[in-house]
């Protein structure tokens, strides 16, 4: 009995990825092509923005532990480093020059304490700046990272109009809160938005055709305060 060979749809999807993952442009942009099915398409792309994303993180990764340590030597290097004048100004430099021959004991005590104040205020500088530089880092790499989750989210769905207008003014500024929140992540952002463009706003139809005035309490003949009002009204109009 003749054995037959299934195919394994996992091993064909790796072939086609394999096959034209690689096929850029000189300016780097995959090119597909155009009689490929869409489902082919999103497949490829979003394997070749998942390489190309663990190839920047390993990249980040190293340059961060590279950062670390040039960190830690100039701290180290910063921390030791005392300005010559305390930043003092040159009156009281003046007068810590008066006591300095005078006074030998209390120019030692007033150095120090100088040094410790100047080192301290180093060490909040330098714990400042360092602080800024890493978020400054984290904002960076959270915007790239959001950039391909976008564009991702855009060729799984091409059928809704996700432009970064949209996403600026149409959308409930909450939303975006919550992911910045860190309450759920971009991409799950990306699918409340779509819920909410999806949804859309109700527009008044051929069928809404507002009150129906003949359901309304009433009667054809108005009464008799309206008829007195209306009599006021009508000789408002005669000219004497």
């Known amino acids: 009995m003749a054995k037959q060979n299934a195919s394994n749809p996992d091993t064909e999807i790796a072939e086609l990825v394999t096959k034209h993952v690689n096929n850029l442009d000189d300016k780097g942009k995959l090119q597909l092509p155009d009689d490929m099915p869409d489902w082919q398409k999103h497949v490829i792309r979003s394997e070749k923005r998942q390489r190309d994303a663990q190839s920047e993180l390993g990249k980040t990764q190293a340059q961060l532990r590279s950062e670390q340590a040039e ?137 809404d055709k507002g009150p129906n005035l003949h359901s309304m309490p009433g009667s054809n003949t108005p009464g008799k305060g309206a008829a007195e009002r209306q009599g006021n009204k009508d000789l408002q109009k005669i000219t004497f």
């Not at 006074?103 to 030692?108: G, K, S, V």
């Not at 100088?114 to 500088?125: C, H, N, P, V, Y």
């Not at 790239?144 to 799984?156: I, M, N």
């Not at 003014?169 to 463009?197: F, H, W």
């Open 71 to 207: 960190k830690s030597v100039l701290l180290d290097a910063a921390s030791s480093i005392i300005p010559a004048d305390f930043q003092l100004s040159e009156d009281e430099i003046r007068q810590l020059e008066e006591i300095k021959y005078k006074d030998p004991d209390t120019y030692r005590l007033r150095v120090n304490e100088l040094e410790s104040k100047a080192k301290s205020a180093q060490a909040e500088k330098l714990k400042e700046l360092t602080t800024k530089a890493s978020e400054d880092a984290a904002n960076q790499h959270m915007a790239k990272s959001r950039t391909t989750v976008l564009a991702e989210f855009r060729d799984a769905n091409p059928e809704l109009v996700i432009t970064d207008d949209v996403l600026a003014n149409d959308v409930p500024p909450r939303l975006l809160a919550g992911a910045n929140a860190g309450t759920y992540t971009y991409g799950e952002y990306l699918e409340k938005v779509k819920a909410y463009v999806g949804t859309g706003k109700k527009i008044p139809g051929a069928d």
